[in-house]
């Protein structure tokens, strides 16, 4: 299922890409994730944003 997958495809993430996933989930605001791991806020936009791109592609290449 793609449920499956994801998890799949999350268990596969860095332990900082999964902390980072998690934390934006639990409705973190991005200041508050930079304070935790230690980047900048512009820094955590970008990897989050790197993440789910690289989340999305996967699960799409899936499908087909």
Do not use: F, W, Y
Request: charged share 25%; aromatic share 0%.
């Amino acid at each position: 299922s793609h449920l499956e997958e994801l998890e799949t495809q999350l268990n596969l993430l860095s332990i900082i890409d999964k902390a980072l996933i998690t934390m934006m989930l639990e409705g973190l605001s991005m200041r508050e994730i930079a304070d935790v791991i230690g980047l900048t806020e512009p820094n955590v936009k970008v990897k989050i944003h790197r993440i789910k791109e690289n989340l999305k592609q996967q699960l799409n290449n899936l499908k087909q």
